[in-house]
């Protein structure tokens, strides 16, 4: 079977549209106005070929071929449809559109309407942690990961928990499909038993595949990473004032640390941890005033745990030092995590073979970034597809990918699906 490659490339350019921030980038958190209308679009192509449909109460979407035959485990693909703020077009939507296409061809395969296997496509929620600061909050809620008390530890920046947010959403098109309710959350939870493969075509989101000319990566492994928040309390004080020898400044602590950390991590004798200071917030953020306090969010990710925890606990140690030294505050907290994880060999040794056949450029790769994928693969087989993002540029309004290797890894992840339902 072929996909349809305008119908592919049309869905991918219709859903850029729904954005917060037209002309810089795509901004659509999850449980938004922009959120709803991509997953109403989507939502009615899968109406036009008869699908069922199912949303959980943390708004996770499943969608399936009609008249799945039943105590036949099903292969599932899919991703998200938020984005980060001003981010690109195609982190998450692309797994998500590659995933509907498989559907539409598939369901226009057959003759008489009845396909003669299982295959649904998923939409997580909350994938980039946009609203409440923890990625892939919907898949972590299938997994069991979170339960009950996450939806009320889990608060937005103007304090709103994730069961207010949940309560208190307006009328969505989704609504006529919602099963289940914030009170009994473990209706969350997938039945794994029923699972046999779960597939998530990407944008690689580095630079590797684009450098190396290749179309098409087979991901083996998966980082894990440590998100610490660290609050520096010095002493605010007057800008002009302040003599140099009687400061106690939390910015000057902070850019110290932040500079400390990455010094450590460029120490990595094979230069594959990274480490990230994305989130930083001065108080009182005067230009003419000393500042107090700073908060700031540091990672740190590679796909060995003890590399991570070893790094993690060096720089936590160094920033402690430079608080003490500079005379203020220092308090961190663990923000969240996820352990590095091994995809399926099956599907990595099924999967390099059949691009050898199609004579495919390829490589077996690691992925810097965490998918949904991550929850799923501890319970079920799980693979990951990437193509290329031109100059390695992912999160960004720049972010882009070339017809040609969106159409080839669509047509790939088809094939899988079908490889899988058929084996």
């Given at each position: ?27 659509r958190f999850s449980y938004g106005a922009q959120d709803n209308k991509a997953r109403e679009y989507i939502l009615k192509r899968a109406e036009g070929v008869g699908c069922s ?170 980082f894990g990473m440590r998100v610490i928040e660290v609050t520096l309390t010095g002493v605010g004080n007057h800008a002009g004032a302040t003599p140099m020898s009687e400061r ?40 003419n005033v000393i500042p107090e306090r700073v908060v700031f969010t540091l990672e740190i990710r590679d796909k060995d745990q003890s590399k991570i925890d070893g790094f993690m ?111």
């Open positions: 079977m072929k996909i349809n490659e305008k119908r592919l490339l049309n869905n991918l350019r219709a859903l850029r549209e729904f954005t917060d921030t037209p002309g810089m980038g795509v901004t449909i199912s949303v959980d109460p943390l708004r996770n979407i499943r969608i399936g071929l009609p008249q799945n035959i039943p105590g036949r485990k099903t292969v599932m693909a899919g991703s998200h449809v938020d984005t980060v703020r001003n981010g690109g077009w195609l982190d998450g939507i692309y797994g998500v559109c590659g995933a509907l296409e498989a559907m539409e061809t598939l369901s226009e395969g057959y003759s008489d309407g009845i396909p003669l296997f299982n295959y649904e496509m998923v939409i997580f929620a909350e994938e980039e942690g946009s609203n409440f600061g923890s990625t892939m909050t919907g898949s972590k809620f299938i997994s069991g990961k979170y339960g009950e008390e996450d939806l009320d530890s889990l608060r937005r920046e103007d304090g709103k928990s994730l069961r207010q947010v949940l309560e208190n959403l307006p009328q969505r098109y989704e609504d006529r499909y919602l099963s289940g309710n914030l009170s009994d959350i473990a209706h969350t939870r997938w039945d794994f038993s029923k699972i046999k493969t779960m597939l998530e075509l990407h944008i690689e989101q580095g630079p590797i595949l684009d450098r190396e000319g290749l179309s098409l990566g087979i991901v083996e492994s998966i106690y400044d939390a910015m000057c602590a902070a850019a110290e640390s932040v500079l400390e950390a990455e010094s450590v991590v460029r120490g990595d004798s094979d230069r594959r941890t990274v480490v990230t200071v994305g989130r930083m917030e001065v108080y009182p953020n005067c230009s606990e060096t720089v936590k140690e160094k920033i402690r030092d430079i608080a003490r030294k500079r005379g203020v505050g220092c308090l961190m907290y663990e923000h969240s995590k996820s352990a590095p994880l091994r995809l399926s060999d099956r599907l990595i040794s099924s999967m390099k073979k059949a691009a050898l056949e199609k004579s495919l450029s390829f490589k077996v790769m690691d992925s810097g970034a965490v998918h949904d994928a991550c929850m799923v693969a501890e319970h079920a087989d799980t693979g990951m597809i990437f193509v290329p993002s031109i100059n390695g540029r992912s999160h960004v309004p720049q972010e882009d990918t070339g017809e040609r290797e969106l159409l080839s890894g669509a047509q790939f992840l088809l094939d899988t699906v079908i490889s899988e339902i058929e084996n």
